[in-house]
């Protein structure tokens, strides 16, 4: 289904954007200013300090969800999910503007326990305004006993400034610090929720821009979680080598434009290639590997996630193949235990067709990929036993379907000591199994613990 990549990225080539709905239409902003974020957010990272507490002012009562097909009405309830809106300020809302330095959020949980032991962080894609997306995965988990919550980021939806056009952030500058805001408001929230709910196994997820956001959000939070990246990547780069760099105001970004620019085109693809070149080294300053090294600096050292459940489209238009596998490498040096799906797709059809089936349930497989690495299930120090996973290979092996342990020799356990199978309800199970019918070929790595 790579199909519908390719189809919406030749749309955007043959077809033109009005200039209101492209990203950086006002250029690159005040780029001091963001150093100075990246310099405090850097700093407070190598530094080991503390997410920024936050006080969450609570906007109503917990209430029935709305069904996912009327999600904005209340015509119909779901009587199983209780869902809650809440807000607070911004640990970065220095670097802001006002109308996003108040962060909107939804709590989604089961309605038939008030005990939260697991708890998913679910994170936008780009272009994901509002909860409808998300609300749909959360009622999902919550049916499988998981809690979730739904933050809108910066300049999105009720946080989006006057001056902007749906979600097309105007400036450089407003879109790395949607970013590095995203990243901290996601850190604070993971240490609200671990207080709020000793014991909570909590995870971070998201697809696409909150694929990547869920990665640096668990840097920010320092303990131990879970994360679940679905075509993400290292970076923001796909905004320069994928299918949203003909969504970019190009020709807004390069100034001055050198002689000829307006008339000949070979002089106007060599700015826009150097003009790419110095976006994306920008767009870099605020990557994985950039908060990763940052993390190692401090002397306690980065703190492993628990389980990383990666998903990569192989037919993906806009992550570049090579940017999933630096990724993987990358995620790699960050977990106790890391598996990779590779999907027989595409980006959009993963992110819109597969979004119920493939999304919800690698988010439930990464915690029983959790549960299985803390039971100590993998093997006496955390390497893998049967050696088949010791390394990592970017590119899907032709003609396994599964190369996953024998399920005969490693059986998954429950803290309990009983098969973990027969300890989930069935609609996990279910769930699971969904996942094991879609997936096309799956890399699985342990590391020491």
Sequence with gaps: MAYIDKTYKALLETCSVSKPKRFFKNGYGDLNQMMKFREVMLSEIAGGTKPHPIDVVWENKEEPGHCICCCT??????????????????????????????VYFRFYRPANTKIVSRLVLLFPATGDQFYWYRAAAAHK??????????????????????????????????FMASLMASSSEAGSMCRWAAQRYPGVRICLS???????????????????????????????????????????????????????????????????RKESDKLEKILGLASVPTMLEAAQQHRSGFTKFNAVVQVIAQGDEFVLRDEGAHLAETLRSMTVVHKVVYFDGGHLSFAVLNRGALYTPSIIDTFALADKSESGAHGAHGA?????????????????????????????????GGSAKNNKSEEEQSILDKLESKKKTVDLWWGDQ
């Design 384 to 416: 893998c036993p049967y050696g088949s996973m010791s390394s990592y290979s970017p590119a899907a092996p032709p003609g396994v379907e599964s190369i996953e342990r024998p399920p005969s020799r490693m059986p998954e356990r429950t803290a309990s």
């Design 206 to 272: 998201g697809i696409s821009m909150g694929g990547t956001m869920s990665i640096t959000g668990a840097i920010q939070a320092q303990m131990p979680v879970c994360v679940c990246p679905c075509v993400a990547t290292p970076n923001a780069n796909s905004f320069v080598h994928g299918v949203l760099r003909h969504s970019i105001d190009w020709d807004a970004l390069i100034e001055p434009k050198p002689l000829g620019y307006e008339t000949d085109k070979l002089v106007r693809a060599e700015a826009r």
């Design 73 to 102: 009405y209340a015509c119909c309830y779901q009587s199983d999910v209780l869902v809650r809106k809440g807000h607070f300020i911004s640990p970065s809302a220095a670097f802001l503007p006002e109308e996003a330095k108040k």
């Design 141 to 174: 988990l919550a049916k499988a006993g998981i809690a979730s919550i739904a933050m809108t980021f910066p300049f999105y939806g009720k946080r989006r400034p006057k001056y902007q056009t749906e979600h097309y952030i105007t400036t450089v500058q407003d």
